[in-house]
């Protein structure tokens, strides 16, 4: 599924991703944690393809296709999702008219046909359903007056409407409250399946309690310092990052 | 409640306008009104170079050819440019050597007002208080420039523009007007001509001048204008604090304060320059008298990540146009202007900034903060400004504005040209009155109407008060405590 | 000094120039040299106008002309008002509309030129008690016209007054409205939506003064600049004094598109009571980056996600308008313009 090695990447200039190499097979959830400042948005950043990051070596794959030749939104129809940390604001666009001008133009880019309008319809009520969201919000502004938990739901709720392949969740925990956590792991825990991926990006060990991960990576100072099962995570917990801060 | 406290006794200790007193003082006059001869007058009464001389006399012809301006939201009668005397200034022995040749009177009135002007008065203050250099200047010249010597240990130049003229041509010719050009307005035209003190501070590269300059401007004759002139250059690395202020007495008559200030920023070097001005407002019910302030202040941000940053306290003068300006030039220069205008009686005040973004990744940010009360008017004129070159430039203005009574005006007239597609410009402004019901909430805790209403003027010009270094904060404090004397009820 | 009196006279010595404050953006002075000829008469047959479909009544001026539209005191009526230049001329029209106490009016409003002609129209709209007009307008006027509109609306008690005002720019294109606003929960709603691209100008200028107490006026102007295009804002609100308990709001927000187009911009506020609340805000910009990556993220390709984050941009102003029919058209017109 994806593979990424030796990568570093810089912002405004300045070096921030020092060698990363990272495999996630098809099929597995890896977490990827660390301190703060140790490069772990920046890689979700850099592997979808935001303006302002960039490669200066290595490379990343996605099913041995070059993921960083391609455009922001070719790599969302090849199937890679972000739920971002701080989702926007759109104005003025309602979420489900930005949700099926997205679900269209990944089905163009893959010649798939596009989605009816009845059929559409019929998969977001079910979608919202499942994730508690109320339909009448969906006729809202995406995002715009919504709460912090009412954006990640609303993150969660896209990633089920693109069914997207490689999914990417940043800091998908924080400001959500236990029950909200609950609602959006069950979530993103239905989208888990032999031929989907995903890379759970988090600071604190609480998110997997809910989305266990097959593997737990340390990012510190630009690449990954030390691997392990899901007992590394509870490790880190218990003793934090600081002996890694220093390895790195 | 510390604070309230402090406030209160601050309002009961103070009078109305405590620097309303004048001083009999020998003078020296030149002859009442302006021809080409006053022009040569001065420069012969400073000793200038020719050079000089020729300059003034340039301008003077200049300023003939051009039109006051009338643009400002301001009124008054015209000016009578020949009803007032263009240089004035305080008999002196021939080169005066220490302090002690200074007429006694002069050091009364600069006791009076609190500024020190004997070192070791400063040195004997509180141990780790901060220290200033003081240059005063006293009507048209600088009577007296404290910790010169100490200064020129590290190279920073601290002394008159008189002197300056006299003893470092070659940089007064190289930077004086070249921020504000001879003919870049009226005011500052009839400046070029006529000017008469002000300071000059050269900061070496690299150096971070170890204590904060000052300047105290004080009109005292009567009839006369004040037309100084300030120029401040910061070489490359360096860093230097400015404080001005500024007061006259009372005085039935209009007097003329036109003033130029010029600074200069190289690579990497920040100025921070901050003006405390309480020029004789006027008299409040009739509008009688008080300083037309008609200043121009201009910085020029030549080098790379330049900085310079004006923070203004206005509450004197009956009519104030002044707007300190950034022009910036350097790649990722930045600007920053903090204002609070307080208008009470019949003053009017047209005040403002521009920010003039001519590098990429220049910044800058304007927080303003006006208050009109009685029969007041006080208007916030601004430009920001950015060039097809200043890709990624950014601004931010706040502006807001506090009306309290019933016949004041509050104006905002901000400008904004943005000449390219990675230019960010924001801009937010309010006009409110004080809230009846947070008044009522402090009164209902025991307050006065008159404390309350300064605890809620101290909140909104709060963002502005920090910026200025913390001596001139409490000064400042107490001035916008007495501007608004008697403004509700 | 006056457009409408350079026009009659021909004297470009009328013309206001960049030395007047209020035209300090949109120097007609210093543009043009010499008047063309008055135009002449139109005796073709014109195509559509963008109403036409929506409105009963029509009153069309071609090459200029005058126009009165009286609606009688609780009369309700649609009517669309075409301003049509035909050819390289200059002329000037001048429209009176009259709505009696209570009156509704919904007035469908559209500048139309075809070449290089110089015109001027002066609207004076007078509104008794508890009337309402809603005024929408779509400038489309050619590229080497130089169009301007001046609008004088007095409103009376418990009147209301919206407007929305949607131009694509012309050599240059002034819309200038002043409202005399009486307070007495009369209230004004001053939009604009101004997208302008290639090397036209457009320029919204309104200025609103409160005359009485308990007033509230709501302006929303939005506008895309793209190319070497340049926009300017003017809005000036006054409140005088005894205008008591006035509540104004004035937004202007700018997207440039283009590293060579401008937008220029006054929001002003000019006050004089003490017991109001005004506020102005002024953005002017690129298109917000981190809400585009966010889109294209989604799978929504760049071209694509410009063209919906601007149309989103823009339909805040057009969801403004009162008058359903009319907010269709002028999304479609305005869709049409953001999607090249």
Known sequence: MLSVSNLHATVDGKPILKGLTLDVPAGEVHAIMGPNGAGKSTLSYVLTGRQGYDVTEGGATLDGEDLLALEANERAAKGVFLSFQ???????????TFIRTALNAQKKSRGEPEITAPAFLKLAREKAAALKIDFEMLKRALNVGFSGGEKKRMEIFQMAMLSPRFLILDETD?????????????????????????????HYQRLLDYIKPDRVHVLAGGRIVASGGPELALELERDGYDRYAKAA | MAAVKQTVEQVQGL????????????????????????????????????????????????????????????????????DSYYYAAPKEKVGIASLDEVDPEILEVYKKLGIPLKEQEVLAGVVGSPRYAVDAVFDSVSVVTTFKKELAQVGVIFCSMSEAIREHPELVKQYLGSVVPVSDNYFACLNAAVFSDGSFVYVPPGVRCPMELSTYFRINAENSGQFERTLIIADKGSYVSYLEGCTAPMRDENQLHAAVVELVTMDDAEIKYSTVQNWYPGDPETGKGGIYNFVTKRADCRGDRSKVSWTQVETGSSITWKYPSCVLRGEGSSGEFYSIAI?????????????????ANTRSRIISKGISAGRSS?????????????????????????????HCAAHTVPYIEARNGQAKFEHEATTTRLSEDQLFYAMQRGLSQEEAVQLLVNGFVKDVLQELPMEFAVEAQKLVAISLEGSVG | MSVAAAIRTRDVGELPSRRDEDWRWTDLRGLIRV???????????????????LAADHHVLVNGGDARIDVAAGKKTLVALRLVSRGVGAHASRVTINLGAGARLRLLESYESDGASVCQTALTITLAEGAALERIVLAQDHEDAVSVSQAEVRLSPTADFGQTIVASGARRQRLETRVVHPGGRASARMDGVYLVADKRHTDHTT???????????????????????????????????????????MGHHALILSDRAEVDAKPELEIYADDVSCAHGNTVGAMDEDALFYARQRGIPEPEARAMLTEAFIGQVIDRIWFEDARKVVRKWAAERLRV
């Open chain 2, 343 to 359: 208008t009470n009686g019949r003053q009017q005040a047209d005040t403002g900034t521009k920010m003039i973004h001519l590098g």
């Open chain 2, 15 to 82: 009078e109305k306008y405590k620097h309303g007193f004048s001083s009999d003082i020998e003078q020296d006059f030149a002859p009442k009104g302006l021809n080409a001869d006053i022009v040569r007058f001065i420069s012969a009464k400073k000793n200038e170079p020719q050079w000089m001389l020729d300059s003034r006399l340039d301008a003077f012809e200049r300023w003939l050819a051009m039109d006051e301006p009338d643009w400002a939201k301001v009124n008054f009668p015209r000016i009578d440019y020949q």
């Open chain 3, 207 to 249: 200025v609103v003064t409160h005359e009485g107490v308990d007033g509230t006026t709501s302006q929303l102007i939005k506008g895309v600049a793209r190319d070497q295009a340049r926009a300017v804002f003017q809005g000036k609100i006054i409140v005088s004094e005894g205008a008591d308990r006035t509540d104004a709001r």
């Open chain 2, 378 to 406: 006080n208007t916030y004129r601004g430009l920001v400004s950015a060039h097809p070159k200043a890709k990624g430039a950014r601004n931010f203005t706040q502006c807001d504005s506090l009306l309290i009574g019933k």
């Open chain 3, 35 to 53: 008047l063309p000829d008055a135009s002449e008469a139109f005796t073709g047959t014109l195509s559509p106008g963008p109403f036409d479909r």
């Open chain 1, 86 to 96: 701080y989702p926007l604001e759109i104005p003025g666009v309602p979420a489900l």
């Open chain 1, 174 to 202: 924080s400001g959500l409250d236990i029950d909200a956590l609950r609602i959006v792991s069950e979530g993103v825990n239905a989208m888990r399946s032999p031929d989907r991926a995903m890379l759970v990006i988090t």
